[in-house]
């Protein structure tokens, strides 16, 4: 059961709660969806004059998802169909659009071998059929919250030069198809919000990041100045450290990235080198924070430098593992040493090669994202998933008991 109504009153829910999985979120959007039907069957505040009211009817179900159907035709355009009523509807819609394991068919194409070939899914492919589904609505839902783990177009951002400004654009299509909060995780630069007038909430996995790095390790790690060290790989991440130090009670370290800014390769300005900024890491446990790992060069080349500078133990955090460029690099440092572990969540999709991977740690955040849309649909404050100083608090001091 959530702590939130353990020792209050439940408040009236917005609306009948309804989850929609969008292609590539199945496996996740119904993990959330168990965690839900046995928190609300478990609640004991619920009594039979509630449930029988018209605010509860169909409050507690033995499913919360709502079947959708995303055909697409030969040409490869789609289109969406909600196959069951939404009407006064609490949305929910998580969408993953970094699902390239999710593919489709187009035309005739085939692959060397004859067989019809698999057109995977790009985030605009993913994109599109989000505002498919939420036109298929109709303004039928009393209410539609996006929950977009990995935001679309998070890293454009901002504008340089005569380039798009994708990820305000994005957010101002979703704001003007009538959706009323996005929820998304460890946002890039969470200041895109500014785009649009509706809510938009940035929540980190901080907690379950520190809770899945004691337990690998069997508690064998002190979260003291002496013994262990925050560290951002580029000053773009230094909030996310910062958050991390100062709850944990722990030193800061920055890397600066410094970059050529005469050319541009692969949409980027490359790395010349990475530049450390902090205190003495020698002898002593470093843990990496970053948004996300894309290619891997940044990250990987912090490691190979913290190792060079007698680091004890690397432990890397970053809510999304993208691993772009394969993982037989991440292979071979691990194999040298460069690192110990590192933590991902499962807000994005992660192939069974990473999850087999000993090197590895995947993090759950279900049964967080559960609670979210359990207090959302009754309108309550999340300000404790947006900011879990407390609950870190509690768990560090019974780590530091044990």
């Known amino acids: 059961m959530s702590a939130l109504y353990k020792d209050s009153a439940p408040s009236v829910p917005q609306g009948r709660l309804g989850i929609i999985a969008m292609k590539g979120s199945e496996a996740f959007a119904q993990k959330v969806n168990d965690y839900i039907v046995d928190c609300r069957k478990d ?22 998802l709502i079947d959708v159907s995303l055909p697409r035709f030969s040409t490869g355009e789609g289109k969406a169909v909600v196959c069951q009523t939404i ?12 699902n390239y394991h999710e593919t489709y ?13 698999e057109v ?29 783990p990995m935001l679309y177009e ?7 030069a005569r380039e798009s400004l994708d990820c305000a654009l994005a957010l101002q299509e979703l704001e003007s198809m009538g959706v009323s909060n996005i ?6 630069d969470p200041r895109v919000q500014n785009a649009i007038r ?15 790095l004691a337990k690998s390790v069997d508690n064998d790690i002190k979260f003291v100045p002496e013994k262990t060290m925050m ?23 920055m890397f600066y990235k410094r970059r050529d800014y005469s050319r541009i390769v692969n949409g980027r300005n490359p790395i010349l080198a990475h530049e450390f900024l902090g205190d003495n890491v020698e002898g002593k446990d470093v843990i990496v924070v970053d948004d996300m790992i894309s290619s891997g060069d940044s990250i990987l080349d912090v490691c190979r430098q913290l190792k060079g500078l007698n680091a004890r133990r690397i432990f890397v955090f970053s809510s999304f593992g993208l691993f772009t460029s394969g993982l037989e690099r991440f292979d071979e440092a691990y194999n040298e040493g460069l690192f110990n572990k590192i933590f991902t969540t499962n807000l994005v999709y992660s192939s069974d090669e990473l999850l087999s991977r000993e090197w590895h740690g995947s993090v759950d955040m279900s049964k967080y994202c559960a609670f979210i849309i359990d207090t959302l649909n009754h309108d309550e404050s999340v300000s404790v998933f947006l900011d879990p100083v407390q609950k870190i608090n509690d768990y560090m001091s019974k780590y530091n008991l044990k």
């Open 183 to 188: 929820i998304t995780f460890d946002a890039h």
């Open 87 to 98: 009407r006064g509807y609490d949305l929910f819609i998580i969408s993953d659009c970094f």
């Open 154 to 160: 998070g890293r454009q951002h901002k504008r340089s």
């Open 198 to 212: 509706i809510s938009f909430e940035s929540v980190s996995p901080t907690y379950q990041m520190i809770k899945a």
């Open 43 to 64: 609640r004991d505040y619920c009594g039979v004059e509630e449930e029988d009211s018209l605010h509860f009817n169909g409050y507690k179900k033995d499913s919360y």
């Open 231 to 253: 560290i951002s790989p580029d000053e773009g991440g230094m909030s996310r450290c910062v958050y991390y130090s100062q709850v944990l009670g722990i030193e800061l370290g």
């Open 105 to 117: 068919h187009m035309y005739d194409l085939r692959d060397a071998d004859g067989k019809p070939l």
């Open 120 to 148: 995977p899914m790009s985030p605009d492919d993913h994109f599109a059929d989000l505002k498919r589904v939420i036109s298929a609505c109709a303004g039928k839902a009393r209410r539609i919250t996006v929950i977009m």
